[in-house]
């Protein structure tokens, strides 16, 4: 079984836990899969709305993808998540992303 097909059986195991599917986006992205991985995140996302780490590399995934205005709401949303949940590293990060993401328009 490779290592993509055991995160998704963990997450098909654990439902509601979020981090087994965000590992699976993780390695589609490592795999250069991004836009397996886009999705991945967003789904991730829509199910699990406040885990703060998954913004920031979702958005990291779309900049690359030269999907700069869905990085930037997805950097956004991630903001408001990470300050609802008081994550100031999280929140400090996707504020920086955000930040550079608008340089490099």
Do not use: W
Not at 76 to 94: C, F, M, P, Q, Y
């Amino acid at each position: 079984m490779t290592r993509l097909e055991q995160l998704a059986e963990f997450a098909r195991v654990n439902p509601r836990d979020p981090f087994p599917r965000y590992g699976f986006a993780l390695e589609l992205k490592g795999q250069g899969r991004l836009e397996e991985s886009a999705d991945a995140f967003a789904a991730l996302a829509t199910d699990f709305p406040d885990y703060c780490p998954a913004y920031l590399h979702a958005g990291n995934v779309l900049a690359t993808l030269h999907r700069s205005d869905e990085a930037a709401s997805v950097y956004r949303a991630g903001i408001v998540a990470a300050t609802k949940s008081r994550d100031n590293h999280a929140r400090g990060e996707l504020e920086s992303a955000l930040a550079e993401l608008a340089v490099a328009e």
